[in-house]
């Protein structure tokens, strides 16, 4: 069983910035970060392998997102820069214990209650 818990979420002004955190119990392999804006459907932010490292970024993002991992202490964060208003949403940690991660939602089993980020222009 995998349990994630997310914090950093907050209310930031347009070009601001937040860290995302995600800590995991479990067996994780793969850990992604969602998010859904209000009317919207969830869509793919980042995920990262937390065996060998390996980074997953949405295309439109990679100039402002990254994803970074911390394995000894099972944390992976969500660092988000230059933020805009439409970054807005609820942003969602979730993880699968599988090979090959991505970035569509329906792969991960286990999610996080999630946490909110709200950009004003």
């Known amino acids: 069983q995998v349990q994630l818990v997310e914090s950093g979420g907050g209310s930031v002004q347009a070009g601001g910035s937040l860290r995302l955190s995600c800590v995991a119990s479990?067996?994780?392999?793969?850990l992604g970060w969602f998010r859904q804006a209000p009317g919207k459907g969830r869509e793919g932010v980042a995920a990262i392998h937390t065996g060998i490292g390996t980074t997953y970024i949405r295309s439109i993002l990679k100039d402002r997102f990254t994803i970074s991992q911390d394995n000894a202490k099972n944390t992976v964060w969500l660092q988000m820069n230059s933020l805009k208003p439409e970054d807005t949403g609820m942003y969602y940690c979730?993880?699968?214990?599988?090979?090959?991660?991505?970035?569509?939602?329906?792969?991960?089993?286990?999610w996080g209650q999630g946490t909110q980020v709200t950009v004003s222009s």
């Open positions: 479990g067996s994780t392999y793969c």
């Open positions: 979730a993880a699968e214990p599988k090979a090959a991660c991505g970035l569509i939602d329906y792969e991960y089993r286990y």
